[in-house]
Nanobody, 124 residues
Framework: QVQLVESGGGLVQAGGSLRLSCAAS????????MGWFRQAPGKEREFVAA????????YYSDSVKGRFTIFRDNAPTTVYLQMNSLKPADTGVYYC?????????????????WGPGTTVTVSS
């Protein structure tokens, strides 16, 4: 059974940091691109960051560039999102996703597997 499970969410003050983790199991995800998306209340799911299967390339939304870092470990496959200088606008449910046929990296439809999400709340 394919499973992605996120952890590390919580409540943090503006300017603080959190590290999210996503553990993949049930399949060899080492050849999968991995991404992080988030969804704020009343808004659509949006791209945050992605990393190629080999970890050689990373992609970030403009809103998090310079503050967030995505990295991965392929033995076993775990992907992380280090979030620094958090802002209230970063509040939302953060989802981990995995995909084989990813091309743009920013479209949710390109990813095949999703975790249930972890909630991040940034207070002002």
């Amino acid at each position: 059974q394919v499973q992605l499970v996120e952890s590390g969410g919580g409540l943090v003050q503006a300017g603080g940091s959190l590290r999210l983790s996503c553990a993949a199991s049930g399949r060899t995800f080492s050849r999968y691109a991995m991404g992080w998306f988030r969804q704020a209340p009343g808004k659509e799911r949006e791209f945050v960051a992605a990393i190629t299967w080999g970890g050689g390339f990373t992609y970030y939304s403009d809103s998090v560039k310079g503050r967030f870092t995505i990295f991965r470990d392929n033995a076993p496959t775990t992907v992380y999102l280090q979030m620094n200088s958090l802002k209230p606008a970063d509040t939302g449910v953060y989802y981990c996703a995995a995909g084989r046929g990813v091309s743009t990296y920013i479209r949710p439809s390109e990813y095949d597997h999703w975790g249930p999400g972890t909630t991040v709340t940034v207070s002002s």
